[in-house]
């Protein structure tokens, strides 16, 4: 398994309360843009599904370490 990067981060120049996702590894990287909606998500919900299609697109099985998510991400 390789080391995974995961990050979050608002896109002001997107409109409010727009938020950037991406998550990547030595196989690849996936990136998502999230609009708002009735109820926000948490970065943690965004990852969980993020990292099913990336671990499918990219074959791999790689996971972020514990200490990227809890420095980077807001839950």
Known sequence: MADMQFMAADEPGLGPNIRRYSIACGHGASSAVLLPGREPLADL???????AGHHRRQRCQCIPSIPALTTEARA
């Not at 919900?45 to 990292?51: E, I, T």
């Open 45 to 51: 919900v965004v990852l969980d599904l993020m990292l």
